[in-house]
């Protein structure tokens, strides 16, 4: 079974500051992993995804994310925060193996908190 | 454009009264599925659907229910047995299981 790790609810930064959002995953299988992001009252957009390939991937909105094995981890960065980035960040994993039981589980989801 | 729309953004309700909230896309995704919001506890899969005509329950399905009659369209049913059913409603689709999956903009439904 695979789970998705976001620790703590709420990270505040200032305005310019390195934004990271950590996340970890189990997964018995190579995953395929996903940011997403949520603003006040709208549903979730992606933000990018790993699928195997380049481990160092580049979303929008100047975001980015690498993939560690290692460590299974997929944390978020962005160097520098803006004040429209504060939002809720949610990560998820699926396994590509497929299959009936193949789906997304997310995390539950980070609020970033930006000050001018 | 393509997309996914969900009808409406807000819904009111009495308590007793079951309520249909839509969702349509013309993404061609075979996958549909319906998570559940609420304030701290993330996202919860409610049901979820890999082709017309079937359709699986999530880990909160008790309360609810849906159809899967057509490819763009997966209509979630919130029944008078659901316990607390005043949350918002996520309905998401993609092209396989396995894949990243396109939300629609959400409804916020309110029962009292």
């Known amino acids: 079974a695979q789970s998705v790790t976001q620790l703590g609810s709420h990270v505040s930064v200032s305005e310019g500051a390195l934004v990271l959002l950590r996340c970890n995953y189990s997964s018995s299988v190579p995953p395929y992993l996903f940011w997403y992001v949520q603003y006040p009252n709208q549903g979730l957009q992606l933000l990018l995804k790993?699928?195997?390939?380049?481990?160092l991937v580049k979303g929008i909105n100047g975001f980015e994310a690498e993939f560690k094995k290692s460590e299974t981890s997929f944390h978020l960065t962005k160097p520098s925060a803006h004040m429209s980035d504060a939002a809720e960040y949610f990560c998820?994993?699926?396994?590509?193996?497929?299959?009936?039981?193949?789906?997304?589980?997310f995390g539950k989801g980070i609020t970033l908190s930006v000050r001018p | 454009d393509g997309g996914i729309t969900q009808s409406p953004k807000y819904l009111f309700r009495k308590e007793g009264q079951n309520v249909t909230l839509s969702c349509e896309q013309n993404l061609n995704h075979d996958a549909m599925y319906w998570y559940r919001q609420d304030p701290g506890q993330g996202l919860r899969l409610i049901y979820y659907s890999q082709i017309v005509n079937d359709f699986q329950k999530g880990d909160i399905a008790e309360g609810y229910s849906v159809s899967r009659e057509k490819k763009e369209s997966f209509p979630l049913t919130v029944t008078s047995a659901q316990k607390n059913p005043t949350a918002f409603y996520l309905c998401?689709?993609?092209?396989?299981?396995?894949?990243?999956?396109?939300f629609g903009p959400g409804t916020r439904l309110t029962v009292t």
């Open positions: 998820a994993v699926s396994d590509w193996e497929g299959g009936a039981n193949s789906k997304l589980t």
């Open positions: 998401a689709s993609s092209i396989s299981q396995t894949y990243e999956q396109y």
């Open positions: 790993y699928t195997s390939a380049a481990t």
